[in-house]
């Protein structure tokens, strides 16, 4: 088997800030991210991980450098483009949960198929589906002010599947939850990792969970250091 | 449904109290709007009833260079077949002198055929003592005027000596009053069509018609019509253009106004609004993670604003509506109707377009206005409201 192109390829990825000196949040990042791979990016606070996670999830806007997503060049697109990319891409999961409060779990999780034009029906079967998969069947119909936060984050998870992206990016997702739930959310990462074989890139200050990656990406100062 | 519709619909039930405040503030503004758009145009109604329904809505007078029109029955057939016409009346009328004693005034003496005139004008309804009618059926009978009846101090059956200089004077038999309310009361008095040829001292002519219209909006257009048939027609709008002119005016001013309360109303809306786009940051930042665009960002806060001006519009002119048929079933009392012009009830008029030109209006200037916070939330930087919390 001949390499596989990758999914995500970073080339001299900048960030900068300019507030009278030239702050780099990401300096000249340079990585290669293949398709089912799971990642786990740690890194001390301000290190730059949450800045990495914005620019590969077309949050943000590079300073400078290339980023390559499914060998497209993404760094210039418009915002419909860009959105659309997001929205069949990529999947997104927060340290908050970000659930939207006037909706239901199940209207939540079929928000990123609705955005994609997917008829309600087409949607609630699949918003159905994978919420029994993170184990909220009995929870559908509850709003985010009724649920707990282990079970808020698992309906975010839910959403960030809800259209399959090929990129799953979670952002400390067990940043806000006790060890326990934490680790119970983690695993379930992992387990849809392998269960669809989409990309996972993960931040965690956890090194145990970090340890159960394919592989360990580390920030210090904006720079990656080990691969 | 798109989901930007679901998004709207579903923040505006759950910001109940929110909601509750706009929607009532629009309706309120939009239910005086509607409230005195009925009374506007109901007082409007009752002023064209009262003034230019008494009015001759065309007036046709002789050619140029002439002072008479000759083979005027024709000429009357013929402009009763012109669209728009309902009823026409040819009349000879003059100055005349009027003695009853020692008593002597001026006024008009107005020849008509009276079931003509009948048929143009209210005067039977106007007859306080008398009939109308007698004139047809009498020689040397004249009806006139309750002021000039009062100043000459004639009652019905007296006989008045009517004279004027290069006229046959002539002794006419009081059979009616009339009482319109109007300086007319003072200044006109009617004879029969052939009594007023024989005083003037002409052949068979006339030196008027009036017409009266089927609408009299279409006065100047039915007018042009008539020209063609060679004489001179003006519509009323020509002869009496300050009464439009007053109207115009008193509805303009009243409508701006009005328009000034709706968009403050709606103004209302959008500061409601701004506060809720800096209450969803992060639902904002997540929907952009989700896919959401710029333009769907922006949508879903110019729906919400469309949608409350909307709820607004439909509760204010339905509470209008409400309010103005009580405003109509009120009974003035009884003292006051002359001050009124012998109103009983308040004059309400609800028009089915005005209702609509007034949703059709609330609901797009509150999509306009909602466009300032729609654009806030829109150019929110997704970083940071993900961010935020
Ligand atoms: N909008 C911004 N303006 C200036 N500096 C910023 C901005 N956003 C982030 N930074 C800086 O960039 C660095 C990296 O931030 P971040 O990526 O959030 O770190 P991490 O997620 O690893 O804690 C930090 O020092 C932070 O202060
Ligand atoms: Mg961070």
Redesign the interface.
């Known amino acids: 088997m001949t390499e596989e192109s990758p999914i995500i390829e970073l080339k001299n990825l900048t960030k900068s800030y300019k507030n009278g000196m030239e702050f780099r949040a990401l300096d000249n990042a340079n990585l290669k991210i293949k398709k089912g791979e799971f990642v786990a990016i740690v890194g001390p606070s301000g290190s730059g991980k ?1 800045t990495l996670m ?1 620019l590969i ?1 077309l ?2 806007t590079p300073s400078s450098g290339t980023l390559l997503i499914d060998r497209n060049n993404v760094t210039n697109m418009s ?2 483009e860009r ?6 891409m ?1 999947g ?1 999961v ?1 340290q ?1 949960h ?6 239901t779990a199940l209207e939540n999780v079929m ?2 198929l ?3 034009g997917k008829k ?1 029906k087409e949607a609630k079967e699949t918003a159905e589906k994978l919420l029994k998969e993170v184990g909220l069947e009995d929870r559908m119909d509850h709003k985010p002010g009724e649920l707990s936060g282990g079970q808020n984050q698992r309906v975010a998870i839910a ?1 960030a599947l809800s ?1 399959s992206p090929a990129i799953v990016l979670g952002d400390e997702p067990t940043g806000n939850l006790d060890t326990k739930t934490g680790d119970m959310i983690y695993e379930l990462l992992r387990q849809l990792n392998k269960e669809y074989n989409q990309t996972f890139i993960v931040v965690t200050h956890n090194d145990d969970m970090a340890l159960k990656a394919d592989r360990i990406i580390r920030l210090v100062d904006g720079k990656i250091t080990v691969q | 449904m798109h989901y930007e519709l679901f998004i709207a619909l579903r923040q505006i039930r759950a910001r109940k109290f929110q909601t509750i405040l706009s929607v009532g503030a629009i309706a309120l503004a939009v239910m005086v709007l509607t409230v005195s758009q009925a009374l506007m145009v109901g007082f409007t109604d009752e002023l064209y009833n009262t003034t230019v329904n008494k009015l001759p809505h065309v007036s046709v007078s002789p050619q140029e260079d002439e002072d008479y029109i000759y083979l005027y029955r024709t000429l009357v057939d013929n402009i009763e077949k012109v669209e728009g016409v309902s009823a026409v009346s040819p009349f000879l009328t003059g100055k005349a002198s009027f003695r009853f004693k020692t008593n002597s005034y001026n006024a008009e003496l107005k020849g008509v055929l009276p079931l003509k005139e009948n048929n143009i004008s209210d005067i039977e309804t106007d007859m306080v003592e008398g009939d109308f009618r007698d004139l047809e059926y009498s020689r040397n009978t004249i009806v006139i005027g309750s002021k000039l009846a009062d100043k000459l101090e004639v009652n019905p059956g007296d006989s008045v000596n009517v004279s004027f200089p290069n006229a046959n004077p002539l002794s006419l038999r009081v059979v009616g009053i009339f009482h319109t309310g109007s300086p007319l009361d003072e200044s006109l008095t009617y004879t029969s069509l052939d009594t007023a040829q024989e005083f003037y001292n002409v052949p068979d002519v006339i030196n008027g018609l009036s017409v009266r219209l089927e609408d009299f909006n279409r006065d100047r257009e039915v007018a042009a019509k008539i020209e063609k048939t060679g004489y001179k027609a003006r519509g009323w709008t020509e002869t009496n253009p300050e009464i439009l002119r007053t109207i115009a005016i008193e509805t303009t001013s009243n409508n701006v106004i009005l328009g000034l309360i709706v968009v403050i109303a709606s103004f209302g809306v959008v500061s409601a609004l701004n506060l809720s786009v800096i209450g969803a940051t992060s639902q904002i930042g997540m929907l952009r993670a989700m896919g959401a665009t710029i333009f769907s960002i922006r949508t879903i806060f110019v729906l919400q604003s469309g949608i409350l001006g909307l709820l607004g519009a439909l509760v204010g002119t339905l509470t209008g509506i409400a309010a103005s048929l009580g405003i109509g079933q009120y009974e003035m009392p009884a003292a006051s109707s002359e001050l009124y012009g012998g109103l009983t009830t308040i004059p309400i008029v609800i028009r089915i377009g005005d209702i609509l030109v007034i949703i059709l209006a609330v609901f797009l200037l509150n999509l306009i206005a909602g466009i300032y916070p729609a654009q806030q939330a829109a150019k929110l930087d997704p970083v940071k409201s993900i961010s935020s919390k």
């Open positions: 949450s914005h999830g949050l943000d915002d419909k959105s659309e990319i997001r929205n069949k990529l997104f927060f908050y970000h659930l939207l409060p006037d909706f928000m990123p609705l955005i994609a309600r959403r259209c």
